[in-house]
């Protein structure tokens, strides 16, 4: 009930290497994630910079991530550490081609929101976290899709 | 220090104890008695009241006296900010992977 993962399933019409290219590599991640120092090589630590908003405060944010798993054309991990409970949480991405496409499972796991230190982080909640998220969640929602959005 | 009480980080700290999640689980499909609840831990029966008391302080549960036992009761809507926390995620997640669709349509174009 307080563990939770997130997880989604779609199934493109692209090839699997053709996702695989979309999802292992800088310069597309950089174009439908955040601009990255990503490289596809297990150990790997890189981070996406989540660019800042003025005009609605946010002042931006470094998510800090490391390449646990890599195994072209289907099967990538990376960590992914923003700050509360978002500390080593784990993002999978699963490619598997069926048909002429690709079905993607994709899965964001770890949220575990009293890990060792977790009692700090949400001492940290208390002036900032929530903000931030709020924050976040608005630039996020401000960008791309907003079909989401009432 | 600035009381907090009525603010919702005390939620997230109610549940960042296992044995505390551990009881919020125990009462998803009823109301127990501390006793029942106790049983499954190795711990005091105080200690389990205490953590008891840190949840019913939260708004988490809510506590009714049944005889000689008082028993408890989760208030599922009150964990209503952890799930809001893990929307806003789910909805980063939404957002990204119609980016990534988007990209992919982009490059396969002829």
């Known amino acids: 009930m307080t563990n939770n993962t997130i997880q989604r399933e779609l199934l493109l019409p692209q090839s699997q290497q053709q996702v695989w290219d979309a999802i292992a590599n800088s310069a597309a991640l950089a174009d439908w994630m955040y601009p990255n120092d990503f490289e596809p090589r297990v150990g790997h630590p890189f981070t996406f910079q989540v660019p800042p908003k003025p005009e609605i405060g946010f002042e931006g944010l470094t998510v800090r991530c490391e390449v646990l798993e890599c195994e072209p054309p289907s099967w990538l991990v990376f960590s992914w550490s923003v700050a509360g409970p978002v500390i080593d949480t784990r993002v999978s991405f699963r490619l598997q081609p069926e048909g002429n496409g690709t079905r993607l499972f994709f899965e964001h796991a770890g949220f575990d929101l009293t890990q060792p230190g977790g009692k700090q982080a949400f001492g940290g909640a208390q002036y900032g976290w929530g903000q931030m998220l709020e924050k976040l969640s608005t630039v996020l929602s401000n960008q791309g899709i907003h079909e989401n959005q009432p | ?110």
């Open chain 2, 1 to 110: 220090m600035v009381s907090t009480s009525d603010f919702e980080p005390d939620v997230f700290h109610a549940i960042s104890h296992r044995a505390r999640r551990e009881m919020l689980d125990q009462l998803t499909d009823d109301e127990r008695s501390v006793s029942v609840i106790a049983s499954h831990f190795s711990m005091s029966r105080p200690a389990v009241s205490q953590h008891l008391r840190v949840l019913l302080d939260a708004g988490l549960v809510t506590e009714r006296k049944h005889g000689r036992e008082r028993r408890y009761r989760l208030v599922p809507e009150k964990l209503a900010p952890v799930r809001d926390w893990i929307a806003h995620y789910e909805r980063f997640w939404d957002d990204h992977l119609q980016r990534l669709q988007n990209h992919l349509s982009k490059k396969s174009e002829p």
